[in-house]
């Protein structure tokens, strides 16, 4: 209903987003099986037309994207409230988790995938590998092509900073059906900083096998409790 026969530019204004992107690229062709696209601000697009997507779009908005239009005063949690009662549905939702204190660790986190990882992931798809770039490392929980994946990795080295600089950082990406209910309940619940960090632990949560049945009972990892500050699993 919201995008009709409108063109990119009409879609932008029918979104609330015209007087935040001063300047947008049209592109030569479409993209993700859409008949036209346009480049945003960022790394950002939008996508829409075509045979099989006649009156769809879709708008990717990466995390530069997201800045970009925050410090050009785009309300942003008011505009995602707003898409969610005009119909939009998320397709994917990346929650990043940044450590610059020092919980998160190379040997910790490695630790915790060992023993004591509670989480729905199937252990085939739990990558204990160094991903190399530079000094760097990565460890995936959850395969590529499910609805729920974590990564944990060095930020501050695939920033190329210092090696004094402690920045790991976790993502938890949702995709699909996960993604689509997880935003309809964090925009319920005012998408709080807390909510989010639930739904973190209800993917991937590191505790102290003791070697009882019942895991929910086991304790948290110390630095573990220490990141998550103790919240609950949403």
């Not at 050009?72 to 009662?85: A, D, E, M, R």
Request: proline share 1%; net charge negative.
């Amino acid at each position: 209903d919201v995008v009709g026969d409108l063109d990119g530019l009409g879609i932008l204004d029918a979104i609330g987003l015209t007087d935040y992107l001063p300047l947008v690229k049209m592109n030569r062709h479409g993209i993700e099986n859409y008949a036209f696209s346009m480049s945003l601000c960022e790394g950002g697009f939008l996508a829409w037309g075509g045979e099989f997507n006649r009156g769809w779009a879709t708008i990717s908005l990466s995390g530069g994207a997201l800045g970009y239009l925050a410090a050009n005063g785009l309300p942003f949690w008011v505009w995602v409230s707003t898409l969610i009662s005009m119909g939009f549905r998320t397709s994917r939702l990346d929650l990043a988790f940044d450590d610059f204190t020092g919980y998160l660790t190379r040997e910790r986190i490695l630790e915790g995938l060992g023993s004591g990882l509670v989480t729905r992931a199937h252990p085939d798809s739990i990558d204990q590998y160094d991903k190399l770039f530079g000094r760097g490392w990565t460890y995936y929980i959850g395969s590529k092509y499910s609805e729920r994946r974590i990564r944990a990795y060095d930020k501050a080295a695939e920033q190329h900073l210092s090696e004094s600089v402690h920045w790991v950082r976790l993502e938890l990406q949702l995709r699909g059906h996960r993604a689509a209910a997880t935003t309809l309940a964090w925009a319920a619940g005012g998408f709080s900083a807390s909510d989010a960090v639930g739904y973190l632990r209800d993917a991937a949560d590191f505790r102290v096998d003791d070697g009882t049945v019942t895991k929910a009972r086991w304790a948290l990892r110390d630095w573990w409790a220490a990141f998550t500050s103790g919240l609950d699993k949403v």
